[in-house]
């Protein structure tokens, strides 16, 4: 993945609600996200006004099924 801005929980729920998620259940600091017809749940850890690492962006991303770029152009 390239050199991006990083970002927090808060901002990554945006966009993938952007992309068609929903926010299914809270679990403690964690957002549990589905989208209808999808096989993964995403985990989108929520504390305070950290921010996520890269791996952990990474791996939603990847359960998440879209590119880095479709992310970032919807984020914007």
Known sequence: ???????TGAQAIKAFCELGFVV???SGSHHILKKEGHPYRLSV?????KTLKTGTLSG???NAGCTPDEFWEVLK
């Open 1 to 7: 993945m390239s050199k991006r801005p990083a970002i």
């Open 45 to 49: 850890p929520v504390h305070a006004d």
């Open 24 to 26: 299914a259940r809270i």
């Open 60 to 62: 939603l991303l990847r």
